[in-house]
């Protein structure tokens, strides 16, 4: 049981990075940005790719990261400067990652076996996969969630907060909106292959279909997180964000355990975010409920 | 030199459509540096359109407008926020809702600048908002780290105002931007407004449907009517006016009766 715990943690910490790429446009700008099923498995394409070719693990991680990037800005230039609204912009970019993703690979699925990967280091030290990959996890997380705290802390951060606010009074003030969208689509997705590449690596393969649902699991998180822990402030909510993704892996190993059939997950995924995102509904209904109660 | 020169701008919405609209049609306007104009008309007459072409919302179907010297005619919105301070009818368009008021502050300090990886809001910055916030009267000196979302209709208006002049504009455009207030807030609002202009000598223009406000401040009224000028009254005649006198002259030049009912009401 505390084995199942230990891995849930560790993945969902690698998932923790891909959680907070999706609260940089979902929360922040204010977008829903399909891209990151697509470039959730580019990054995973691009570091099996390396990997396999014996090149430096970590080197495999920044280059998936850079083509991470430009996946964002892909979506952010369809989305801005060719006026195409921003939800199918994603999907667009998404449909032609998985064809780039399989000229990447070469095939549907590279295993990874035998190679020398980010935890290898840790795991040559005597450390369980689980357990290296807890490490890396944990100080990859801290690391993103820091700069990002940074970042949304300068003019620039904010010029982009301001416009996924309210894009009228950004433009009002000088900031050029279409820019701010298509850096925070840039570096919402780069954070989103950086989490590919961990998450192949971890699991030992990369598959062309890994990123099918991803963005279910972010949203998933991102509003376990929110509503478990809080988004008082954004110090905060960074850590709710992360602490969500992982809080959502403990779940699915917790259903899975108590013999929920794998193939149900994503049904269960779906569930459970349509449930969460209708809360503030619910508990309208409720109240109203409540107060017509009262009335009478 | 003129601080603004609209020289013949014509603007059509939605043109060769059943829903075309002409909504300036040859508007020429020039203000002196200093100038406060009222802007009054009946719906539709182009007031709101006018300051949108002059904030660069959209673009103008022909003519020019210079802007202290500066041709801004084809700079896009943005590009011209260094020019001028606005703010909206809407008290919800001024400002970020779930940004903070010194983080509000910041994105108007830097109106119009290059924003780079500096950190947006400094010790010194917090020390120089709150001597401004202090001058709204209004307690939000106290309440820098409170969201926007959370301040009323009045004070995000109040603020905004701020905001609009944090950097000293070219020109202020103020776009009916009482009316969505009740009276009391939107007297103090109005005198806020009335005390930043003059203590700043800053040039500006506001719309609005109050006439008794429009007779009350400024130095200078327009009438607009389909689109373009119909009287423009300034000075000693300016001071002079009365609700029934503006009533009959809009009469006369224009050939019809006023027909704005929120003006009649109020």
């Known amino acids: 049981m505390l084995e199942i715990l230990i891995g849930a943690v560790a993945l969902g910490l690698l998932w923790a990075v891909m959680a907070l790429g999706v609260y940089i446009t979902y929360r922040i700008l204010d977008v829903a940005d399909l891209t990151v099923e697509g470039t959730i498995a580019l990054g995973g394409a691009v570091a099996a790719r390396m990997i396999s070719a014996?090149?430096?693990?970590w080197l495999s991680v920044l280059c998936a990261t850079i083509a991470g990037l430009l996946a964002?800005?892909?979506?952010?230039?369809?989305?801005?400067?060719?006026?195409?609204?921003?939800?199918?912009?994603?999907?667009l970019t998404m449909i032609a990652l998985y064809s780039i993703n399989l000229r990447v690979m070469g095939k549907s699925n590279v295993p990874l076996l035998r190679v020398e990967t980010v935890f290898s280091p840790l795991q040559r030290m005597g450390l369980s996969t689980s357990i290296s990959s807890l490490i890396?996890?944990?100080?990859?997380?801290?690391?993103?969630?820091?700069?990002?705290?940074?970042?949304?802390?300068?003019?620039?951060?904010?010029?982009?907060?301001a416009t996924g606010n309210n894009q009228n009074m950004a433009r009002a003030q000088g900031i050029n909106t279409s820019n701010m969208v298509i850096l925070g689509l840039v570096l919402s997705n780069g954070l989103v292959a950086l989490s590919g590449a961990l998450i192949a690596q971890y699991q030992s393969f990369s598959d062309v279909q890994m990123g099918t649902g991803s963005i279910v699991i972010g949203l998933a998180s991102l509003i376990i997180g929110e509503v478990l822990f809080g988004t008082r402030t954004f110090k905060r909510t960074l850590v709710s964000v992360s602490l969500g993704a992982i809080i959502y892996r403990i779940i699915i190993a917790l259903v899975l355990k108590a013999g929920m059939d794998a193939n149900d997950l994503k049904l269960f995924t779906a569930i459970t975010v349509a449930f969460c995102l209708s809360t503030p509904m619910i508990k309208g209904w409720l109240d109203a409920r409540k107060k017509n109660a009262a009335a009478r | 030199m003129n601080k603004l020169d609209i020289t013949g701008v014509h603007k059509t919405f939605n043109p060769g459509t059943i829903n075309e609209k002409k909504a300036?049609?040859?508007?020429n306007l020039h203000l002196q540096d200093g100038d406060f104009v009222q802007i009054i008309g009946g719906n539709g007459a182009g007031k709101s359109t006018m300051l949108n072409c002059l904030a660069g919302m959209f673009p103008v179907d022909a003519g020019t407008i210079v802007i202290d010297g500066e041709d801004v005619t084809r700079l896009p919105e943005y590009k011209r926020a260094n020019l001028l301070g606005r703010v909206f009818q809407d008290?919800?368009?001024?400002?970020?809702?779930?940004?903070?008021?010194?983080?509000?502050?910041?994105?108007?300090?830097?109106?119009?600048?290059?924003?780079g990886l500096r950190w947006a809001v400094t010790n010194e910055d917090r020390d120089f908002f709150s001597t401004q916030l202090k001058m709204l009267d209004l307690g939000l000196e106290n309440r820098m780290t409170s969201k926007v979302g959370l301040l009323s209709g009045g004070q995000r208006q109040a603020l905004t105002l701020l905001m609009a002049t944090l950097r000293r504009p070219k020109?202020?455009?103020l776009d009916e931007h009482t009316a969505a207030l009740d009276p009391k807030t939107a007297a103090k609002v109005l005198e806020l407004s009335e005390k930043i202009i003059a203590e700043n000598h800053l040039t500006a223009m506001m719309v609005t449907h109050n006439m008794r406000d429009a007779i009350r401040h400024g130095n200078r009224l327009i009438m607009m009517h389909n689109g373009h000028i119909i009287l423009d009254i300034?000075?000693?005649?300016?001071?002079k006016l009365t609700v029934e006198s503006l009533l009959e002259q809009f009469t006369k030049v224009s050939g019809s009766e006023l027909a704005n009912d929120r003006m009649l009401l109020s």
């Open chain 2, 234 to 239: 300034s000075g000693e005649e300016k001071k």
């Open chain 1, 54 to 57: 014996n090149m430096n693990p």
């Open chain 2, 171 to 173: 020109i202020l455009l």
């Open chain 1, 72 to 91: 964002g800005l892909c979506t952010g230039l369809l989305h801005t400067k060719l006026r195409i609204p921003a939800l199918l912009s994603g999907i």
């Open chain 1, 136 to 161: 890396v996890g944990t100080v990859t997380v801290i690391v993103v969630a820091v700069a990002l705290y940074w970042f949304f802390g300068t003019e620039l951060g904010n010029a982009i907060r």
């Open chain 2, 91 to 115: 008290p919800m368009m001024g400002t970020a809702a779930n940004m903070n008021i010194e983080e509000n502050l910041s994105l108007a300090l830097h109106r119009g600048q290059k924003r």
């Open chain 2, 24 to 27: 300036l049609n040859d508007l």
